[in-house]
């Protein structure tokens, strides 16, 4: 079984800067592209924030780019997202997702983590 958990999330005045951290553990044998998203209050669909690549290729949506930067560490199959110059509409719960290949077979499987909370005042 994979489980991931994100950290980071919490209170923080418009222009901060949080850093969300998301770790997977389980029988990994490796994984491919991880994700950020978001669930603003109210909304039922998620937003996609951010992605990497096992090569290291980022995508980032419109609304975040310039202002937050992902990364990842394969050695702690973890994944980072750096948010600057916070706004008050980065507010919500962030997940993270990510294409784990698990097995002899290296079948891959999607998996998410349990949300944090980030909350921007103006």
């Known amino acids: 079984q994979v489980e991931l958990v994100e950290s980071g999330g919490g209170l923080v005045q418009a222009g901060g800067s949080l850093r969300l951290s998301c770790a997977a553990s389980g029988n990994i044998v490796s994984i491919n592209t991880m994700y950020w998203y978001r669930q603003a209050l109210g909304n039922q669909r998620r937003e996609l924030v951010a992605d990497i690549t096992s090569l290291g290729r980022t995508n980032y949506a419109d609304s975040v780019k310039g202002r937050f930067a992902i990364s990842r560490d394969d050695a702690k199959n973890t994944v980072y997202l750096q948010m600057d110059s916070l706004r008050p509409e980065d507010t919500g719960v962030y997940y993270c997702?990510?294409?784990?290949?698990?097995?002899?077979?290296?079948?891959?499987?999607?998996?998410w983590g349990q949300g944090t909370q980030v909350t921007v005042s103006s």
């Open positions: 997702n990510a294409d784990v290949l698990l097995g002899p077979a290296k079948r891959q499987y999607g998996y």
